[in-house]
Every structure is written in C-alpha cells, then in structure tokens.
C-alpha cells in the first residue's frame, strides 16, 4: 500500500505490507480504518484468519515471514520434530492474530487440539483448555485463546501435529 502525505508542499509514500495492514487495522482509528479499507478493501479486513490460512504457507505469508528452509536446517542438524514445531509456532502466531496467552492469569482459558494414536493411525481427537498451567502433552506457546481455533489447528494442521510429535 502506498499512503501519500501532503504537508506544506511536502509529498512522503508510505508503503505497508499486508500482514502490518491487517494488524494496524484493529487497533486504528475510524479515519486510519477507511483509509486502510480504502486502499485494500472492506473485504480484506472482514475475512476470518481460519479462511485465509490453510497451510503453514499460508501463516508465513500472514506475518510477513520467510518459510522455513528445511532442507538448510536438516544440513544444519535440526530433527523432524524441532523444524515441526516451528511450523506449529508460526501457524499458532497467526492464527491468534495477535493474542498471546497470559500465564499469570488463571481465569484466562488457554485451549489446545489434543490427538491420539490409535493402531497406528494419528488423528485430531478433541481440544481442551487450561486457565493458568500447561501440561507436558502441550506446549504453553501452542495454544488458541477459544475452541474454534484448537479445534481447527488440531484438524486444519494434523499433519504437522504428527510430525512434531512422532
């Protein structure tokens, strides 16, 4: 998105990448808002996160980010599992688009997708949530502020489960 400001004969461009627009727009003010919906759309800003990501792609084009290089990382040692779980960070980051769990409150409910293997088969089983501790079975930076999110990370992103966990 280009912006121009005129200020006294004056002339700046602004340029925002979509993912900072996104996250602007929530906290802007109405003028900011219609000048972001101006520039990229209504539509842009109404989409739900669950529709615009669907692969770990997807969130690394959400937040502005590189995809990981995982033939780099393997030549660098890292196992299946820890590139995984940066995969699932990443997805998580933006599909909490923005929401970060606060473990010192204990009213706050922190969900996550659980899974189970069954002979031999891995699939998403259900979500559940905590309000202030998190088990060895989840990670306390994989979680969703609501059962929408758990429940569509645990389905949308079994595979990637699968591959941190095993």
């Known amino acids: ?14 340029q925002i990448e979509e993912s900072k627009a996104r996250s602007m727009y929530n906290t802007a003010s109405p003028e900011f808002k219609q000048l972001l919906e101006d520039t990229f ?5 109404s989409v739900k996160i669950t529709d615009r990501v669907k692969t770990y792609e997807d969130a690394c084009s959400e937040l502005g980010e590189t995809p990981l290089n995982e033939s780099e990382l393997k030549s660098a040692g890292f196992t299946t599992d820890e ?11 933006a599909l909490n688009e ?12 922190k969900w996550y997708p659980y899974f189970r293997l069954s002979s031999g088969v891995f ?11 998190a088990y060895a079975g989840n990670g306390s930076r994989l979680c969703f502020p609501n059962d929408e999110l758990a429940t569509y990370a645990g389905k949308q ?8 966990m095993f």
Do not use: A, H
């Open 123 to 133: 699939v998403f089983c259900d979500t559940d949530y905590n309000d202030s501790r």
């Open 41 to 45: 759309g209504k539509e842009f800003f």
């Open 83 to 93: 590139i995984n779980y940066r995969k699932l960070k990443t997805v998580t980051k």
């Open 157 to 164: 992103f079994s595979e990637i489960y699968k591959n941190f």
């Open 1 to 14: 998105m280009d912006v121009n400001v005129k200020n006294k004969n004056m002339k700046k461009t602004v």
């Open 98 to 109: 923005g929401w970060v769990p606060d473990w010192n409150n204990d009213k706050q409910q």
